[in-house]
């Protein structure tokens, strides 16, 4: 009899253990949820003076549209009611390029800030005709749900480099923020052809080698039809895109900086773009793994990018690199004196 008390009484107590660590882990996960959805940030600038701050929640919810679905069948909670309010406003900054130059990494961390929601996929509505010719509701709508005092954020790097996209974005708003993230010249032309050789070698197909692409055989010297050079001449796109805005309008991103010291590069974005400062150190951790930084939400919530970024270069011919640095030596000045950022670039 004995034996069977002592046997119930422990797994009465097994169970009551069970029990309470379960609500312990539920605690922690509804904290975490709840740190990650819930806290309020007040917006100033010009989203409100320092007498009439806005508050609202800091991430306006990632499944918005089946939420707001569920709302209309009447099915929605308490919490979800709050999506009334959301709604898709068109960007006001985009991250207008360049190819290889950070474009998603500088998104990704800029969604940080609780004012900030970004489109999660790379529109192309600017540069792309058959796109553009939707009209504008169409590109409205691929935008995220939102706050009425957020930014909205788009990114498409193919908009830098094309020429119809400077007027079209004007067209649609002609006081918009717009920002470039750029890499050193050669170092991002390298990359450029990096990405684009990893495709063809993943459907099994041949590819000259960067230093043939680069340069012309027959000048042996730059080789400006090849677009990722053409692409890598920072200031000849930036001068068409100058007849439409005000060089005020533009920020610069060093893009070799966001990789190895992000924070201060963000703040100056932060500063651009009228925010307050939200984002800090906490939010941005080096992962040794990756080789590269993570971003921080809060102690639950973690996201690194995609494995596809910081692909290893191959090996280029130092007498090639040294011509490429020389040939966009007076570009980049050039850039320098128009941007009123000078880089440290070779």
């Known amino acids: 009899m004995l034996f069977k008390q002592q046997a119930w009484l422990r797994q009465k107590l097994l169970v009551l253990g069970s029990l309470a660590l379960g609500s312990l882990l539920y605690l922690v996960a509804r904290v975490g949820s709840l740190d990650r959805l819930q806290p ?20 306006a919810l990632q499944s918005k549209r089946g939420l707001l679905h569920e709302f209309r069948k009447g ?15 068109l960007p006001k900054a985009i991250i207008i390029g360049v190819r290889k130059g950070g474009t998603r990494a500088l998104l990704e961390m800029l969604n940080l800030h609780p004012a900030v929601v970004k489109a999660s996929q790379e529109i192309h509505f600017f540069d792309n005709d058959e796109n ?27 908009y830098f480099i094309t020429e119809e996209v400077p007027e079209r974005i004007y067209k649609m708003n002609s006081s918009i923020k717009l920002l470039v993230i750029v890499r050193e010249p050669t170092t991002r032309a390298i990359s450029d052809y990096t990405q684009v050789l990893e495709g063809k070698e993943r459907k099994n197909k041949t590819y000259y080698k960067f230093e043939k692409l680069a340069i012309d055989p027959n000048t042996c010297e730059v080789n400006t039809k090849y677009k990722a050079v053409r692409t890598s001449i920072y200031t000849k796109h930036l001068e068409r895109w100058l007849k ?17 010291e ?34 921080r939400f809060n102690i639950i919530f973690n996201k690194c990018l ?15 690199i040294t011509k490429l640095r020389k040939f966009f030596h007076p570009f980049n000045q050039k850039f320098y004196q128009i941007t009123g950022r000078t880089l440290n670039w070779p």
């Not at 600038?45 to 609202?56: D, I, L, T, W």
């Not at 995609?306 to 090639?320: L, N, Q, T």
Request: with cysteine.
């Open 40 to 59: 309020i940030c007040p917006i100033e600038g010009r989203f409100g003076s320092a007498h009439s701050q806005v508050e609202f929640p800091i991430r």
């Open 75 to 89: 099915n929605a909670s308490r919490e979800q009611g709050r999506l009334h309010d959301l709604v898709q406003q």
């Open 132 to 158: 553009y010719a939707k009209g504008m509701e169409w590109y409205r709508k691929k935008m995220p749900f939102s706050y009425p005092q957020q930014i909205t954020i788009e990114k498409s790097p193919a």
């Open 244 to 260: 439409y805005f005000p060089i005020e309008q533009f920020h610069v991103v060093d893009g070799d900086r966001l990789i190895t």
């Open 262 to 295: 992000p924070l201060p590069e963000l703040q100056l974005v932060e500063k651009f773009l009228n925010l307050p400062p939200r984002i800090s150190q906490y939010n941005l951790y080096f992962n040794a793994t990756r080789g590269f930084y993570c971003l």
């Open 306 to 320: 995609a494995g596809s970024k910081g692909r290893i270069h191959p090996e280029v011919d130092p007498s090639v």
